[in-house]
């Protein structure tokens, strides 16, 4: 069952086109990993998804729904959850007030923090009172992460979660999706440009290059020349 179908959307940056005739889907419980050099796509791709930027063309699909006009808010009390490149967590705030902003799209009832938050990610436990400032790089992206859990996503939207990570950060977010993923429930796309961590994790696998997807697969049939080859376009 898709529970995110995406047709054939442009989307552009005034008279610049960003994205080009992408088609993209994902199920839960499975991962589906998109590609590519910086400057590709990538990243207009998930904020076409999440609504910060309106496509020209095309549709998007969640649920059997067409969402392609509506406002982030509105996605996000669908259950689309975003972790932008970056992190963009609450410097000033603790890091108990930034998993908090996680509850925006939840009823007054549901605003909780899930025990896996911590389970995951014990360091946020014990830095409940520190300031999201004062966190390494790693750590803030843990926060980012365990943020959009607790919205209760069905689907999570990642944007290369281990840009500028140490690798046992790296590790425990690569636990952190595969324990997402194996719960059945959540659809998520990973944007990502370190292969190895995006080829242990996927299910499926797009490339973009110049705005479009260029090469596509699925895990069974991943042919890891043609990938890399696909990526050095």
């Known amino acids: 069952m898709l529970m995110l179908d995406v047709e ?6 005034g008279a610049a086109q960003a994205l ?4 993209l889907q994902a199920e839960p419980g499975k991962v589906t990993c998109v590609l590519g050099r910086n400057g590709v796509g990538k990243t207009s791709l998930l904020r076409a998804l ?3 930027h309106p496509v020209s063309r095309g549709s998007i699909r969640w649920e059997g729904a067409d969402i ?3 406002k982030p808010d509105e996605r996000a009390r669908r259950g689309i959850a975003y972790v932008p490149q970056g992190r963009e967590i609450f410097p000033l705030l603790t890091v108990e007030e930034n998993l908090e902003t996680g509850f925006a799209p939840l009823k007054r009832d549901e605003r909780r923090i899930p025990d896996d938050v911590f389970a995951l990610f014990p360091v946020l436990r ?10 390494s790089g790693g750590q803030q992206q843990q926060l980012a992460i365990g943020r959009a859990m607790v919205m209760q996503p069905r689907l999570l939207l990642l944007d290369e979660p281990t840009e500028g990570i140490q690798p046992s950060i790296i590790k425990d977010i690569g636990r952190a ?9 959540i659809a998520i796309v990973l944007v990502e440009q370190y292969l190895d961590f995006a080829r242990e994790l996927g299910d499926h696998f797009a490339v973009m290059e110049r705005g479009a997807i260029v090469y596509r697969c699925e895990r069974g049939e991943l042919d890891e020349s043609a990938l890399k080859r696909a990526l050095a376009l």
């Open 50 to 52: 999440v609504g910060q």
């Open 177 to 185: 999706i595969a324990y997402l993923r194996n719960l059945g429930r």
């Open 20 to 23: 080009r005739a992408v088609s």
């Open 68 to 70: 392609t006009r509506l």
């Open 8 to 13: 054939t959307i442009d989307l552009h940056y």
């Open 126 to 135: 014990e830095m409940l009172r520190r300031r999201g400032g004062d966190l």
